[in-house]
């Protein structure tokens, strides 16, 4: 993460569930900092982000597997309203390019 033009600093985040990843990321320049959460699930549901971390809020992104991972497109749907972005690592790394990490969409 470290390497990514636009990292200045990424923190894992204290959680009140150990079994939680989130972390802080720090951007350069005038882009906000992102809160991410690392999730373990393979196939990730609309289930699965209605019960992400609380400190994943407007602003934060959820990244993934992306070893074949599939993402419930209302999982998609619903995130991109509430102004989080949803994605595998790609495009975690993609969206830290922009202020509104939740409106990057892969090309392609």
């Known amino acids: 993460m ?3 033009s ?3 600093r990424c923190e894992r985040v204290q959680v009140s569930a150990e079994d939680e990843y989130v972390y802080e990321i720090t951007r350069t320049g ?3 900092p992102v809160t991410v959460h690392v ?3 393979y196939e990730y549901t ?3 982000y209605v019960a992400r971390p609380k400190e994943i809020k407007s602003g934060g992104f959820i990244v993934t597997s992306s070893f074949g991972g599939r993402i419930e ?3 998609v749907q619903r995130a991109r309203s509430d102004r989080i972005g949803l994605g595998q ?3 975690l790394m993609g969206a830290l390019n922009y202020r509104e990490v939740w ?3 892969k090309k392609g």
Do not use: F, I, R, T
């Open 30 to 32: 005038d882009l906000p």
């Open 103 to 105: 409106n990057y969409q």
């Open 46 to 48: 609309l289930g699965d």
């Open 2 to 4: 470290q390497e990514h």
């Open 6 to 8: 636009h990292v200045s």
């Open 39 to 41: 999730s373990g699930a």
């Open 73 to 75: 497109p209302s999982a």
């Open 89 to 91: 690592v790609q495009e």
